[in-house]
């Protein structure tokens, strides 16, 4: 199969090559960099973007009991998803690349397990599906992550294109499938956690955030005191 990736007659092949072949020509460096990158940094990349998004929608007046759920279900579903992935994992049974294919300059050793589909892959969009259904801006930041990571692993020589491109569609599939459900369990939760004295959690003001103006803010509709000489007292004047 190495021949193939020569021709071009194999794409998932050849993109391996040629991705990874921009290894080659990095600096020792830079291949160190994007090897804890791709093992480690883009997870904690992700886990901050996620507490960046709690932080921002806990300021929201309306929703952020249901924002805060889909955050908590953000890494739920890529545990979900890593779990599906075991009998994936063991039906399909492809090699690591660098057991099939000569020539790659594999980053990290000691990979031993089957490569379709990537781990990596899989927890990182489902992470980032998650975020982005609580939040739109911090979702794209976490969804480039996530493609990033992806572009990591074949970058490393630790999988093939089609190994990402099927994490990538297990940890949406599974995020947005289950995402019904854990809404209807995880809500009522959080719902209950900003009504206590862990509110601070859910919402930045606790409870009263939504309670709205005050009486005698501005609210609307309410009617202004009447007072001697006024509206009335001008009619009983003219009476």
Known sequence: MAGLALDGSNPDVSLLYDINGLAKDAPHWFDRVMEFVGEFGIIIGLALVALGAWWSVRKRSQDAPSAVAGLVWAPLAAG?????????????????????????????????????????????????????????????????????EGFCRVYMGVHYPTDVIGGFALGTAVALLLAPLAMMLLTPLTTTIASSRAGWLIRAHGPASVAGPVEGEGLPGFPEPRTPGGERGNKDLAA
């Not at 049974?93 to 990537?118: E, I, M, N, Y």
């Not at 794209?140 to 996530?146: D, E, F, G, P």
Request: net charge positive; hydrophobic share 55%.
């Open 80 to 148: 979900l998803a890593l779990m599906a992935n075991i009998p994936i994992r063991g039906f399909v049974q492809r090699p690591r690349p660098f057991k099939d294919h000569q020539g790659l300059d594999v980053l990290v050793a000691g990979k031993t397990d089957f490569s379709f589909v990537s781990d990596h892959a899989t927890l990182t969009m489902a992470v980032a599906v998650g975020v982005l259904m609580a939040s739109r801006a911090y979702g794209v930041a976490a969804m480039a992550l996530a493609l990033l």
